[in-house]
């Protein structure tokens, strides 16, 4: 019998997956993850409970438990928080739901890869439009592609990733006015560093308005490896994915570590306060370089375009400080050939010793 191999769907075949190359390095600043493990005393209590648990039984498939402790922990109530593995899946999931064969998603480029990548897994039409050059988005450009398009899906990722421009309140009130006026589509705000930020649209969440504001628990509660994101939105809203979503998604131990991981809010936030703080002395002292321009940041990480020789192209220039700094031990995020990026590198804050040596690092391969 000759070998058979069935045809993934037409609209996938030139898909290519998302991914993030790891090199072993001693300094690893490319995936904006916390530089500092959750605390001890959190993992013993997480792995207590885990013991006590009958594990021949399925989850709360509604997680009530968590959602209640998350809402408390964010002043919403449970009806609006869903829950899921990482917000990557809280992300298909609002795909799956509201958009799909014959609707579309409006997004901002440069931004987060999965935005469009999801989109096309789950056969959403994508509408991809230019930031400004400083990576900003004018809140009347928002509000004329929101008319001129009608989109079922908006994304803005705020602080955007790459960038980590965090948007204005004038550009968020611009595209929920739009998406009004147009009685059609959703505003997704992805605040997967939000906590790093100045500002949030969580407090905009209500029931009227067709809002998500999506989070994580990766960055800032250190729980990269457990895959915990969630959404707070509508009530109507978080009905409608838990009516998409598969039964029993979210395991034991995710649910029972989001809960327990809220009894640290404290130390996570001096942690936060930490980070902000090494974000801003890693952009003082990178400032001292001719040439670097260096973007402003609202999240755990900084994007840099390093400057090229005369007669370099940036995107040459860009590989080169890369690859250099991976010579020396370091490796951050290339970015340099994206067409919206071209030349930039991202930058992860790291402990005070790890950008020590990332700055060391860049000090010698500028000046090489």
């Known amino acids: 019998m000759s070998a058979h191999r069935p045809a993934v769907r037409d609209d996938l075949q030139a898909l290519e997956g998302y991914h993030s190359p790891q090199v072993s390095v001693a300094v690893r600043l490319n995936t904006n993850e916390s530089p500092f493990g959750p605390p001890p005393e959190f993992v013993d209590a997480w792995v207590e409970e885990l013991r006590a648990f009958p594990l021949h039984r399925y989850p709360d498939r509604a997680a009530r438990a968590l959602r209640e402790e998350l809402g408390h922990h964010l002043g919403q109530p ?75 899906v908006v994304f803005l990722c705020s602080p955007n990733n790459p960038t980590g421009i965090v948007e204005s309140d004038e550009t968020i009130g611009a595209a929920l006015e739009a998406i009004g006026a147009n009685a059609r589509g959703l505003l997704v705000v992805d605040e997967a560093y939000g906590e790093f930020a100045p500002r949030s649209a969580l407090g905009l969440v209500d029931g009227d308005r067709p809002l998500v504001v999506a989070r994580t628990y990766s960055k800032v509660w250190s729980m990269a490896a457990l895959r915990l994101g969630f959404c707070v939105a509508p ?82 220039a860009g590989l080169r400080v890369w690859t250099g700094l991976l010579e020396r031990g370091v490796l951050v995020r290339n970015f340099a ?17 790890e950008d020590d040596v990332f700055l060391a690092a860049l000090e010698e391969v500028l000046g090489a």
């Open 78 to 152: 449970p009806g609006r928080i869903f829950c899921a593995n990482g917000s990557n899946e809280v992300l298909q999931t609002l795909l799956l739901t509201y958009g799909g064969p014959g609707r579309t998603a409006l997004m901002f480029e440069p931004t987060y890869a999965l935005h469009a990548h999801i989109s096309r897994v789950t056969g959403t039409g994508v509408v991809a439009v230019d930031r400004r050059p400083d990576f900003s988005v004018e809140p009347a450009a928002v509000a004329r592609h929101i008319a001129e398009h009608r989109p079922d």
């Open 235 to 316: 009530e109507w809203l978080v009905a409608e994915l838990e009516n998409v979503v598969l039964p029993y998604h979210l395991s034991v131990p995710t649910q029972s570590a989001g809960r327990l991981a809220l009894a640290y809010r404290d130390e996570m936030k001096r942690r936060v306060e930490s980070l902000v703080g090494e974000r801003e002395r890693l952009v003082e002292r990178m400032a001292v370089h001719p040439g670097l321009q260096i973007f402003p940041s609202g999240a755990n990480f900084v994007l840099i375009r390093p400057p090229a020789r005369p007669g370099e192209d940036p995107v040459d």
């Open 337 to 353: 050939a994206w067409p919206h990026t071209r030349g930039c590198l991202r930058i992860t804050v790291g402990t005070r010793d």
